[in-house]
């Protein structure tokens, strides 16, 4: 169930513009402890770097994810991650791990990193709390336990009010966002996703947003993967690269 990401909220449900959304996201990274929000991977880096800066861990690495499986293209994930020795974090829709339990099994034993995103794929902002946690716990439920002590979470199409963020973190979990956004939402081409990535690099520590269920995301990766490895970044999955 591919998706446009819509822009982040403010707590009384108000979009926010990009500039505002963008001070919103840095100020709530640097208030909120990494136990609850993360973004990123990094230390906050001086903005004068040119070059991307060395993470708190002492390599460059960078964090795929994929929103919104498992479905009917899972398995072509799998098997091309596979070949290229990259391991990930897939964020799960609860109601397709209930449809499709075996490609849920399928990828925990690859080694993959699972985590919940909500049970029906609505915003969390819209959600009761009963609802939400309604949705966090059932899905949960469906995935392997996780070896975090507080398991990842990650809103459908970001969008997160004050009251769904602590509801979450109430929950028990971390609520995991993104840094980079790879675009390929927004497009069908697998070429244009991959220049996204030459011309526009992510930086040492990202976490990199992209979909399952996508054709032309599915085609991009070998691109993907190999021009992050040419920048030198090791690919790792988020709880490896926040925790």
């Given at each position: 169930?591919?998706?446009?990401?819509?822009?982040?909220?403010?707590?009384?449900?108000?979009?926010?513009?990009?500039?505002?959304?963008?001070?919103?996201?840095?100020?709530?990274?640097?208030?909120?402890?990494?136990?609850l929000?993360?973004?990123?991977?990094?230390?906050?880096?001086?903005?004068?770097e040119?070059?991307?800066?060395?993470?708190?861990?002492?390599?460059?690495?960078?964090?795929?994810?994929?929103?919104?499986?498992?479905?009917?293209?899972?398995?072509?994930?799998?098997?091309?991650?596979?070949?290229?020795?990259?391991?990930?974090?897939?964020?799960?829709?609860?109601?397709?791990?209930?449809?499709?339990?075996?490609?849920?099994?399928?990828?925990?034993?690859?080694?993959?990193?699972?985590?919940?995103?909500?049970?029906?794929?609505?915003?969390?902002?819209?959600?009761?709390?009963?609802?939400?946690?309604?949705?966090?716990?059932?899905?949960?439920?469906?995935?392997?336990?996780?070896?975090?002590?507080?398991?990842?979470?990650?809103?459908?199409?970001?969008?997160?009010?004050?009251?769904?963020?602590?509801?979450?973190?109430?929950?028990?979990?971390?609520?995991?966002?993104?840094?980079?956004?790879?675009?390929?939402?927004a497009?069908?081409?697998?070429?244009?996703?991959?220049?996204?990535f030459?011309?526009?690099?992510?930086?040492?520590?990202?976490?990199?947003?992209?979909?399952?269920?996508?054709?032309?995301?599915?085609?991009?990766?070998?691109?993907?993967?190999?021009s992050?490895?040419?920048?030198?970044?090791?690919?790792?999955?988020?709880?490896?690269?926040?925790d």
């Amino acid at each position: 169930m591919p998706h446009k990401p819509l822009p982040e909220t403010s707590a009384d449900g108000v979009s926010l513009s990009s500039v505002a959304r963008k001070g919103a996201r840095a100020l709530a990274g640097r208030m909120m402890p990494s136990s609850l929000l993360v973004m990123n991977g990094t230390e906050s880096p001086p903005k004068s770097e040119v070059r991307p800066t060395t993470s708190r861990h002492g390599r460059k690495r960078v964090a795929l994810t994929f929103d919104d499986g498992p479905d009917e293209l899972t398995p072509e994930y799998l098997a091309l991650l596979d070949r290229l020795r990259v391991r990930a974090t897939f964020f799960l829709v609860g109601d397709a791990c209930a449809r499709h339990p075996d490609h849920v099994r399928s990828l925990a034993a690859a080694g993959h990193e699972l985590a919940g995103h909500g049970y029906t794929h609505q915003r969390f902002s819209a959600l009761s709390t009963s609802e939400l946690r309604s949705e966090l716990e059932r899905t949960q439920a469906l995935l392997p336990a996780s070896p975090r002590e507080r398991p990842l979470v990650r809103p459908p199409h970001g969008a997160l009010s004050l009251p769904a963020f602590f509801t979450c973190a109430r929950a028990g979990f971390t609520v995991a966002l993104w840094s980079y956004n790879s675009g390929d939402w927004a497009t069908d081409r697998a070429d244009v996703i991959a220049r996204n990535f030459r011309e526009r690099p992510p930086e040492d520590g990202a976490i990199v947003l992209m979909h399952e269920g996508q054709r032309w995301t599915l085609d991009a990766l070998p691109a993907v993967v190999g021009s992050l490895r040419d920048r030198g970044y090791e690919l790792c999955t988020v709880g490896e690269l926040v925790d």
